[in-house]
């Protein structure tokens, strides 16, 4: 998993994903790297959880676009 500015296309930090698990479970550990205050993150629909929303708004003080899909 790799958190990447939009603008730049640059790869500011990664972190491996085992396989019995998902990239869920390291996004938290990815993000907590980085000073988010005021910044917008984004994601694809797999990270749509409320405990992740929770944690940029409440915890790292971010926006975020969550897509959410149909399924």
Known sequence: MAAVIHQT???VAQT???QKTNAIKV??????RFDLVGRVVTA????TQTDLANYLVDEKQAD???PAKDN
Do not use: Q, Y
């Not at 996004?27 to 907590?32: C, F, N, Y």
């Open 44 to 47: 694809d629909a797999m990270h």
């Open 16 to 18: 491996a994903v085992d």
């Open 27 to 32: 996004a938290r550990p990815l993000l907590d």
């Open 9 to 11: 296309g640059v790869v």
């Open 64 to 66: 975020s676009v969550l």
